[in-house]
């Protein structure tokens, strides 16, 4: 019997590693071919557990013809030499998030994706949520009607030992605050639910993680081109963390999400799919309030399945890059913002300066 699962090799085998090898393993689309890193230990690890070639660099898993597609889980400092390396070599990519640390390095990916003609998607695994979706299907219907308010608030906890795990946990450089690291996420949402963001004023400092350089917290006034406004409230230093909450408020209604639930679905002209909406989502499924692996693969999954499904048919990754550059521009914004201490207006300029 042939096999038409796509084949799939892993770049990193650090933290989020497992969750991929848990999604491919659970899907009936995709096959766990290879994983490298240059960490030999973890490779072997990895490999064991899911029964896959080991390689210890990316170039000698490029080389292997079973492979379709290459997941880069490495740090986000290095995404960018990773995707471009992999689309030279005709794989198709699905880079985590922040994709790059610059527009230019997204643009430098895009532009190498295109010419080899391969498809490039992004980890950006909240928006495949339920109650994202359903927001997201009632804002293009119109049933918001104008956006008042677009909010994020993620009050998380990781304790100092996490930024020492690893060096690039700690380093600016390696986008590793909370602002690009953690909350590029809900970010990411405000910026799908009710985007583009025009306008960002933000604040940033560290609370609670002496000796590491880095901003544990980011408080930020949004304004959007459609002319909604918001704010984004991240932190790591909130003990014990709690679930991120997502609130929407229009003219005509109010959706909040809490972790992966619908909490509130409230629209003056209710409809028969509201009741079954108002049930979306579980309590009981982990969004890593508490801490770094404190998350389901489901999500993942999700956007995993989807890349497959778009190499199999010629279509298009549901998360696609120029989606993510806007989220990662709005970011650049609030990092300038915060050590201009003055609002940005997009786009961004001098961004090689951010880091
Ligand atoms: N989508 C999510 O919810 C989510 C959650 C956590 C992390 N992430 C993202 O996943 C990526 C990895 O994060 P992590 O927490 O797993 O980091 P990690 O440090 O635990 O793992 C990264 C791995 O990359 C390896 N590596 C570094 N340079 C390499 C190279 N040149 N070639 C091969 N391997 C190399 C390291 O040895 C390490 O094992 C980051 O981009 C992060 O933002 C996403």
């Known amino acids: ?13 650090g933290l989020i590693a497992p969750f991929h090898a848990r999604a491919l393993r659970a899907s009936g689309k995709t096959r766990l071919v290879a994983v490298a890193d240059t960490n030999r230990e973890r490779v072997d690890r990895l490999a064991a557990e899911f029964s896959c070639a080991p390689y210890y660099g990316l170039d000698e898993m490029l080389a292997n013809p079973e492979i379709q597609a290459v997941n880069i889980l490495t740090p986000n400092h290095l995404h960018h030499e990773a995707v471009i390396r992999a689309a030279r070599a005709g794989k198709h990519v699905l880079v985590e998030k922040p994709p790059a640390m610059s527009l ?6 895009s532009a190498a994706c295109s010419q080899a003609g391969v498809k490039i998607g992004v980890m950006l695994q909240c928006r495949s949520r339920q109650s994202i979706q359903a927001i997201r299907a009632a804002i293009l219907a119109g049933r918001f009607g104008r956006i008042y308010h677009a909010d994020a608030y993620m ?8 930024y020492r795990m690893d060096a690039w946990r700690a380093s600016r450089r390696s986008g590793a605050g909370v602002t690009v690291q953690q909350a590029f996420h809900y970010i990411d949402l405000l910026q799908y639910l009710a985007g583009p963001v025009s306008k960002v004023q933000a604040r940033m400092n560290n609370l609670a993680h002496a000796g590491v350089e880095l ?41 909040i999400v809490v972790g992966e639930r619908m909490d509130t679905w409230k629209f003056r002209e209710e409809r028969p799919e509201d009741d ?27 956007v995993i399945e989807d890349m497959a499904d778009a190499i199999r048919t010629g279509g298009n990754p549901m998360i696609p890059l120029e989606s993510a550059r806007l989220t990662l521009e709005c970011v650049l914004a609030m990092y300038q913002s915060a050590k201009l201490r003055s609002p940005v207006t997009l786009p961004v300029r001098d961004e090689e300066d951010v880091w």
């Open 1 to 13: 019997m042939s096999d038409d699962r796509v084949g799939l090799g892993l770049l990193g085998a």
């Open 104 to 109: 230019r390095e997204v643009d430098e990916m």
């Open 155 to 162: 009050k998380w906890f990781r304790s100092v030992d996490y």
């Open 215 to 255: 901003e544990d917290t980011v408080l930020t006034f949004l304004d959007f081109e459609s002319g909604a406004q918001g704010v984004v409230q991240a932190s790591t230093a909130l003990w014990p963390g709690t679930d991120i909450r997502i609130e929407i408020n229009g003219e005509q209604g109010t959706a």
């Open 276 to 302: 079954e909406i108002r049930r979306l989502g579980s309590s009981a499924v982990s969004t890593g309030a508490t801490g770094a692996a404190d998350l389901g693969y489901h999500d993942h999954q999700v």
